[in-house]
């Protein structure tokens, strides 16, 4: 009778495994993004230190734990087969949708999942149960369901996306205020102070209020309570001499020691709050188990009010989710994906933005664009004047000859980002409010961008749309959550074995989204955003240009073909992909040309003749990306809308146009890649018979017209085909000849130098 229990507890473990992998990958971002966005500390020591901090936080989340067992539904209301479906349905969907999260590179909240997935198969099993009692109504639901409990967690959670913003733009305005953009130039007692205040605020609330529910905690009870006051002061006193002591003889960074201290708190805070998320529900199925296998009752007859109870969780547990959570920080791709998404949103300067504007992220830069007058028009303007002598960035000098890529922040942003975000979750810990640290986090890091004034004219209105994406992620992972794990339920409570069936699912679909993720860091490898401060040389320029001329060129070789061949085939499933791999060349080129501010900035003072050039380039092959798309969507919608196919003559024509167009893409592209420009002359002199070939083919259409040809709708899609080929052929020409004469003046300069 407890084999199939004992089997799902398995299963349960080796989820837990893959929870913990799939939810560190997520949640990493709360704590590594200040310290990583602001280069403060190496990437390796800022590894060691979050590393150290999750191992120490995986000991005091024992008290957390409850909220798995009780904070949802009410256990007693549940049998012991009940609970081991809840935790099941549970578990595989929040695996699945943390893992999908991640791969798009979306910091999404751990919390609201596991409350929602609990708060969705709990309602499930319970209405489940109602059916069953002729007794009951669907009223007795909340007999079932801790509302009360559930209501304060999503409140709470809700809350703290604004508390989070508004605490941390109002610290950040205040902190610049006081440091400005120069803060090595202040007074060292006032980064002593700032340290004392730091380095109390983090320690505090971390330690102190982090032992509580720990087995430890009893021990220092007599010690902490009624001594807050006596130990805030006095960590500040100590702390600010060591600060001082630091500063005046050491010659330290205070704002590195704090992000260091931060980083660490933070990477504590966020082990000891969300690792109930991973490891709470297969704790709490062992506890169940445990209980129910000395019962010796009926699985379907065993009530789990020994839930209610407080069990403390084995220590060792808690530590071997720790280590299996740092390997994850060392190794995961996926987390670093997640990472620069945040770094993104939040960086001082302008650069590629990830995100396009929405018509909300227009209405609210608008709003704010008003306020911002009306503030204007209000203070005075000397108040005014002052204020914006503090946020003037100081322009660096860098030597001519040296790269260097600046950091999305400053140490100051990075250092508030870090208190403010680490206090607050310390707080919610203490409370046993499972807290989202991800809102919390991320929430902090855009109310200090926002006071710091990152958000330009410039980029405001992609970094809002950002905002407002992941903002409307985590609605979407509350509602996916609930409804997801409520279907899982039900169908494991319909039959057993669909446990195994979902797993299987599970294993495929995260496998699938594990290859499409390396298959698109690949492909996002080889894209090159003009973000950067080397410089470009006119050699630079020739190797970045011939690049993206052959690759272009192989994928409108590629794109094509495939609208002839798919067109020949009336094949509406891969014309349709035919058209979004044609859609993603023209984002990619229109993202090149976005970059050509940086591209011009970074050439060196011998080059800058060559902007012309490498616009003109550009321009070329967005005409290109942009006749190939015409010619795959007007294709595209042709066969959609179920028109008669072409003609056998049609189809031969283009397939000959096809072969010949092939042929000087594969030139090009060969030209390209091994940099042998000798060869663009002969290149040049192909467009002849190309273009003859569109012109026969279109007089021949002309004659059909006269003769046979009864589809206006054929006709159309067919002269389109033909003239968008030449307007493909023109801009390649034109290409090849500025190309040409380039690289002619180029050697001509290299020969008198």
């Known amino acids: 009778m407890g084999d199939p229990y004992i089997l799902m507890l398995v299963a349960l473990a080796v989820l837990a495994v893959v929870d913990l992998v799939v939810g560190v990958s997520n949640d990493a971002v709360n704590f590594l993004n200040s310290a ?33 067992r009780k904070g949802i539904f009410n256990p007693s209301m549940f049998m012991f087969q009940d609970i081991m479906f809840i935790f099941m349905a549970v578990m595989i969907t929040d695996i699945l949708l943390l893992d999908i999260f991640n791969s798009l590179g979306m910091p999404t909240s751990t919390t609201v999942s596991i409350v929602f997935e609990l708060l969705g198969a709990a309602v499930c099993i319970s209405f489940i149960k109602i059916a069953a009692n002729d007794s ?49 130039k202040r007074a060292s007692y006032i980064n002593a102070l700032f340290g004392g205040f730091a380095i109390t605020a983090i320690t505090y609330f971390i330690f102190v209020k982090g032992l509580k529910g720990t087995p430890f905690y009893k021990d220092l009870k007599h010690l902490i309570e009624g001594n807050t006051l006596i130990i805030i002061a006095g960590g500040f006193v100590f702390w600010s001499a060591i600060s001082q002591v630091l500063i005046q003889f050491f010659k330290v960074n205070i704002l590195k020691v704090i992000i260091g201290v931060g980083t660490f708190s933070l990477a504590m805070a966020f082990s000891g709050n969300d690792l109930v998320n991973f490891i709470g529900v297969p704790i709490a199925a062992w506890n169940s188990y445990q209980a129910w296998e000395v019962s010796g009752v ?30 994850t920080l060392w190794t995961s791709s996926k987390a670093r994906n997640v990472i620069k998404t945040g770094i993104d949103l939040s960086r001082q300067g302008d650069g590629h933005e990830k995100f396009q504007p929405n018509p909300l992220s227009r209405v609210v830069v608008r709003t704010s664009m008003g306020i911002n007058l009306g503030i204007n028009a209000i203070f005075p303007k000397k108040t005014l004047a002052f204020i914006d002598s503090k946020f003037q960035k100081p322009v660096i000098e860098l030597p001519k000859d040296k790269t260097y890529e600046m950091p999305a922040f400053d140490l100051v942003r990075a250092s508030v980002n870090l208190i403010v975000a680490g206090i607050l979750i310390s707080i919610a810990t203490s409370m046993k409010l499972p807290l989202s640290t991800t809102y919390v986090t991320f929430m902090v890091a855009m109310g200090t961008s926002l006071a710091d004034r990152a958000w330009g004219r410039e980029s405001a209105v992609y970094r809002v749309a950002g905002v407002i994406n992941v903002i409307g992620g985590w609605f979407l992972t509350a509602f996916v959550a609930f409804v997801a794990s409520a279907v899982v339920a039900y169908l494991i409570s319909w039959d057993k074995t669909m446990i195994p069936v979902l797993l299987l699912v599970v294993a495929l679909l995260i496998g699938r989204n594990t290859l499409i993720h390396r298959r698109k860091s690949k492909e996002e490898k080889k894209q090159i955003h003009m973000e950067r401060a ?73 080059s800058v003749q060559a902007s012309r050039f490498y616009i003109l380039i550009l321009g070329y092959l967005q005409d290109v990306a942009q006749s190939i798309s015409y010619i795959s969507r007007a294709t595209y919608k042709h066969v959609n809308n179920n028109h008669k196919n072409l003609k056998k003559g049609q189809i031969k024509d283009l397939k000959s146009i096809d072969n010949t167009l092939s042929k000087l893409l594969d030139d090009i592209s060969n030209t390209f890649e091994a940099r042998s420009f000798d060869n663009l002359e002969h290149i040049i002199n192909e467009k002849k018979e190309l273009l003859k070939d569109v012109s026969k083919s279109i007089e021949k259409q002309v004659e059909r017209i006269r003769t046979d040809e009864t589809s206006p709708k054929n006709t159309t899609l067919y002269f389109s085909i033909l003239i968008e080929t030449q307007d493909l052929v023109s801009g390649l020409m034109s290409l090849l000849e500025t190309y040409q004469e380039f690289h002619i003046s180029t050697k001509a300069v290299e020969i008198e130098a």
Request: hydrophobic share 50%; aromatic share 8%; no cysteine.
């Open 36 to 68: 990583i966005g602001s280069k403060a500390i190496k990437v390796r020591n800022i590894m060691i230190i979050a590393s150290v901090g999750v191992f120490l936080g995986a000991v005091t989340s024992s008290g957390m734990m409850e909220v798995a």
């Open 136 to 184: 009951q109504s669907i009223s007795d639901i909340w007999n079932y369901i801790n509302h009360k409990k559930a209501i304060q967690i999503i409140n709470g959670i809700l809350l703290s996306v604004v508390v989070a913003f508004s605490v941390g733009a109002i610290v950040q305005f205040f902190s610049r205020l006081i440091y400005s953009f120069n803060f090595e």
């Open 298 to 327: 009926a699985a379907d007859a065993f009530s789990m009010g020994i839930l209610a109870k407080k069990v403390p969780s084995n220590v060792w547990l808690l530590l071997l989710a720790g280590a299996i959570m740092v390997v």
């Open 534 to 606: 080397e410089l470009i040389t006119i050699n630079g320029v020739i190797e970045e240009s011939s690049d993206h001329i052959a690759g272009v060129a192989q994928r409108v070789n590629k794109l094509y073909s495939s609208v002839v061949n798919d067109l020949a085939t009336h094949d509406l499933v891969k014309l349709r992909k035919t058209d979004k791999h044609v859609t993603k060349l023209n984002d990619e080129i229109d993202s090149l040309k976005d970059g050509v501010f940086y591209f011009i900035k970074s050439l060196d003072d011998t």
